[in-house]
Every structure is written in C-alpha cells, then in structure tokens.
C-alpha cells in the first residue's frame, strides 16, 4: 500500500513538475512578446495631442482622397494601355502632378 501511495504521489509531482514548467515557458514566451511590442513601440512616433485638430483632419482628408484618385487614374492606365513606357510615364507624370491637382482641387478662397 506505501510503495502504491508513493508511485501515485510521484506520478502526481510529475504531472506538477510539467504543468509548472508549461506554465513557465508560456509566460517567458508573453514576456518576450510585450518585450518586442514595447520595443517596436518605442520606435513609431508618438501622437502629439495637438496633431488632431479640425484643419489637419481635413488636409489629411484631402491628400487621402487626391491619393485615391491617383491610384484609380493609374490602374485605368496599366488596364488600358498596352506598353510599359506609358504605364511607368503616367506613374511618373501622376507624381509631379499631383502638387498641382491639389491646389487646383482643394483651392481655398
């Protein structure tokens, strides 16, 4: 009866012993996580409270939207035009003239 008592508290420790160490390699691999997520964080920008306000929005809604077209005037072209000489020139012409589309797009009075 001992030596049956002694196998079943033995098997018990194991199984303790392994849960234990379970449970120590899944918090070493959380602390490894939060350590790569603080140090990833530490290299974005941070927000500045004062970046939000109304006319920033509005300028960011703006380049978003001149951006858009951009990108769907660009694939209009690659779809429709079959050489890759006026598909890299109307990349390149959309970039310089993408300062002028917006003044005259967003022109404020």
């Given at each position: ?6 196998q079943?508290?033995a ?7 392994a ?13 490894r996580r939060?350590?790569?997520?603080r140090?990833?964080?530490?290299r974005?920008?941070r927000r500045?409270?004062g970046?939000?306000g109304v006319?920033?929005r509005?300028?960011r809604?703006q380049?978003e939207?001149l951006?858009a077209?951009l ?8 779809f429709?035009a079959?050489?890759w ?13 993408a300062?002028v589309?917006?003044?005259?797009l967003?022109r404020?009075?």
């Amino acid at each position: 009866m001992a030596k049956a008592r002694a196998q079943a508290r033995a098997e018990r420790e194991r199984i303790a012993a392994a849960a234990a160490a379970e449970r120590e390699a899944v918090a070493a691999r959380e602390a490894r996580r939060r350590a790569r997520t603080r140090w990833l964080r530490g290299r974005l920008p941070r927000r500045r409270p004062g970046s939000g306000g109304v006319l920033a929005r509005r300028r960011r809604r703006q380049v978003e939207a001149l951006v858009a077209l951009l990108i769907v005037l660009n694939a209009l072209v690659w779809f429709a035009a079959p050489s890759w000489s006026v598909r890299a020139l109307a990349a390149v012409a959309s970039v310089l003239v993408a300062p002028v589309l917006y003044t005259v797009l967003f022109r404020r009075d």
